[in-house]
């Protein structure tokens, strides 16, 4: 199958071979894909090279043989967003979820959106932590790990003065008191940051209520991720820790 002018972001690249790259790509019309790009590494194709890196957004051509496609040919489509400290972390996080989550050669229209929208929200400094809740609640929605954040899992509307444990099948459980589930309580959000989540306010929550919903998202991710954490956690320092602080919502620690 040949592919031509796919528009793509690229998610991540290594070296492979004496000249080559592996890629994975996020295409629009045919879902996350891995690439060989040949030859790419000599001195006079740095421009390519360049253009191979991640988050950068690329129009390419491709036979696929396979599992994997041979590039022929790809273009850089605009210049990619300079991040570093935090926002540089955010964007691993968010490639690796991808890479992890999202099966090759699926299409999944709307994560070439999603993850258009969430670069540019990093390349803008929106708030950081705001920023990758709602990756990952739109990422869940997408794949059909999604539920409804208003409702919990029997119909009820939301209280926003309560507590609530995301259950990953069937969505918002009410922490009816301060000793139920042991530990749970660490675990858990407050309805008023789900309700803003699910209604996706510009506006985020409180960062004590934001610190909670990471939390609570952090868990129902690793039960999709089977039990395997993320190397992107381990590079953060401690698994999930994307959290912020009252002075600026742009911290990860």
């Avoid at 996020?26 to 191979?52: N, T, Y």
């Avoid at 955010?90 to 490639?95: E, G, M, Q, V």
């Avoid at 952090?218 to 190397?231: D, E, N, P, S």
């Amino acid at each position: 199958m040949r592919l031509t002018a796919q528009p793509a972001y690229v998610l991540h690249a290594r070296p492979w071979r004496e000249t080559s790259l592996l890629l994975e790509v996020l295409s629009a019309d045919h879902g996350r894909l891995g690439l060989v790009a040949r030859g790419v590494q000599g001195p006079k194709r740095h421009v390519l090279r360049a253009a191979l890196q991640p988050l950068q957004h690329i129009r390419f051509d491709a036979v696929q043989r396979g599992e994997l496609a041979l590039l022929t040919h790809a273009e850089a489509i605009d210049v990619a967003p300079q991040l570093v400290d935090n926002a540089m972390l955010a964007s691993f996080y968010i490639n690796e979820l991808l890479l992890r989550l999202a099966p090759r050669q699926d299409p999944h229209t709307e994560l070439y959106a999603i993850y258009g929208q969430t670069r540019e929200r990093l390349r803008t400094q929106a708030p950081l932590a705001w920023t990758l809740r709602r990756f990952e609640r739109d990422l869940l929605e997408a794949l059909g790990f999604g539920f409804d954040l208003s409702h919990d899992g029997d119909g009820t509307p939301l209280d926003p003065a309560a507590r609530y444990h995301l259950d990953p099948e069937h969505g918002p459980r009410r922490l009816l008191s301060e000793r139920d589930g042991g530990g749970e309580r660490d675990r858990t959000a407050t309805g008023r940051a789900l309700l803003a989540l699910a209604a996706d306010t510009e506006t985020p929550p409180q960062v004590e209520e934001l610190a909670g919903l990471r939390r609570a998202m952090r868990a129902v991710i690793a039960h999709h991720l089977g039990g395997r954490g993320l190397k992107s956690w381990e590079l953060i320092g401690e698994i999930g820790r994307l959290v912020t602080r009252p002075q600026r919502d742009d911290n990860v620690s």
